[in-house]
């Protein structure tokens, strides 16, 4: 039996296309900042009674067809005939737009590599969790880390760009809704590269991967907040140019990064991303995030978190 734990992390540079939907392989890099807040425990073991793998996500029985996924390929590169038990705690609201997906596929990754052998290096597990969930590839490690789109299995994966080092950068998610979503982050991908913005968003996206690196490095954190929010719009504005438009946002949300362009243009470092989901996250400093927290608090519930650590054993 082994038991792992991984946390969520919120994508600065987002990946937001595949070009390979059987490998799970993206159509950019991307950059992500894993949080110390929301986490997914994850335990896999091993047995001779199963006919079939069992997964129980707080405490209930449930399908998933990427867990399984993830065991065959992971099956196959053993040799190993056996089933899995699965036994999962999520510590996230599932399927929000809070990167449930990342948490989970970071700490199964290290759970099922460890339980059937496989090598735990960081690529490795990295490559692993991309194959259940692409953000997850970013989730094994901890702060600031890289995932290089490559061009197959093997290159596909993520680095650290900067490890959890805390030079104040924080990030303040204001929930106003953790309903799930209508629009899995698979599918609102899918739509989304059908808009004709798609290939200005890439060329966009690679620029901005090189000046969020150096933003990073010099730990400055108007830069990038400045590159993300850009990002984050620029995702989004896809979505509503898609073939069939959709939109993540809801009017709550607009009201939020409101509030938060305020304070910017008030002086306090506020800055605004959004995931598959309604959830503004703002990325903002030690210094003023009680400030900015006491500002949004009237939108729902606050939660403040600093930079987070890698998957680990538990
Ligand atoms: P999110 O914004 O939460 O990442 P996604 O649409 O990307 O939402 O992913 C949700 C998917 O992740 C769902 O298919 C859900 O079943 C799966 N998932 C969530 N938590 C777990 C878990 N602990 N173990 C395995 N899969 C999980
Ligand atoms: C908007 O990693 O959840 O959060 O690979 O299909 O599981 P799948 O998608 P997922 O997509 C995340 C989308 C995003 C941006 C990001 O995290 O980079
Ligand atoms: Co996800």
Redesign the pocket.
């Known amino acids: 039996m082994t038991q792992a734990r991984a946390y969520t992390n919120i994508a600065l540079i987002k990946y937001w296309g595949k070009s390979d939907i059987t490998w799970n392989l993206p159509t950019s890099s991307s950059i992500g900042l894993t949080l110390d807040q929301l986490y997914?425990d994850?335990r896999v073991d091993l047995t001779d009674d199963l006919k079939q793998d069992q997964?129980i996500?707080?405490g209930q029985l449930?399908s998933?067809p990427?867990?399984i996924k993830v065991l065959d390929f992971v099956r196959q590169q053993t040799g190993s005939h056996k089933y899995a038990k699965?036994t999962?705690?999520?510590h996230?609201?599932?399927?929000?737009?809070?990167?449930?997906?990342?948490?989970?596929?970071a700490?199964?990754a290290l759970a099922a590599s460890d339980s059937y052998g496989l090598p735990t290096d960081r690529p490795s597990l990295s490559r692993l969790a991309r194959l259940?969930?692409g953000?997850a590839s970013r989730s094994v490690y901890g702060g600031f880390s890289i995932w290089y789109q490559g061009y197959d299995h093997q290159s596909s994966f993520a680095q650290s760009i900067l490890d959890p080092v805390d030079f104040g950068i924080r990030v303040i998610d204001v929930l106003t809704d953790k309903k799930t979503?209508k629009i899995?982050?698979?599918q609102g991908m899918q739509r989304a590269q059908s808009s004709p913005d798609y290939s200005n968003w890439l060329s966009q996206s690679k620029m901005q991967i090189r000046e969020m690196i150096a933003a990073i490095k010099n730990k400055d954190i108007e830069k990038i907040g400045l590159i993300a929010e850009r990002n984050a719009m620029g995702m989004h504005a896809l979505n509503r140019s898609a073939d069939k438009p959709f939109d993540y946002f809801a009017g709550e949300t607009w009201a939020v990064i409101n509030d938060i362009h305020r304070l910017y243009h008030a002086g306090i470092p506020a800055f605004a991303t959004i995931?598959?989901?309604p959830n503004v996250k703002v990325i903002t400093d030690s210094r003023s995030c009680q400030k900015v927290a006491d500002q949004l608090k009237n939108f729902g519930e606050i939660l403040i978190q600093k930079p987070g650590p890698g998957v680990v054993h538990v």
Do not use: M, Q, Y
């Open positions: 997914t994850t997964f996500l707080d449930a998933n990427r867990i699965i999962s705690e999520n996230v609201p599932n399927s929000a737009g809070l990167a449930s997906s990342a948490s989970a596929f700490a199964f259940g969930s953000s979503k899995p982050s698979s995931d598959a989901g």
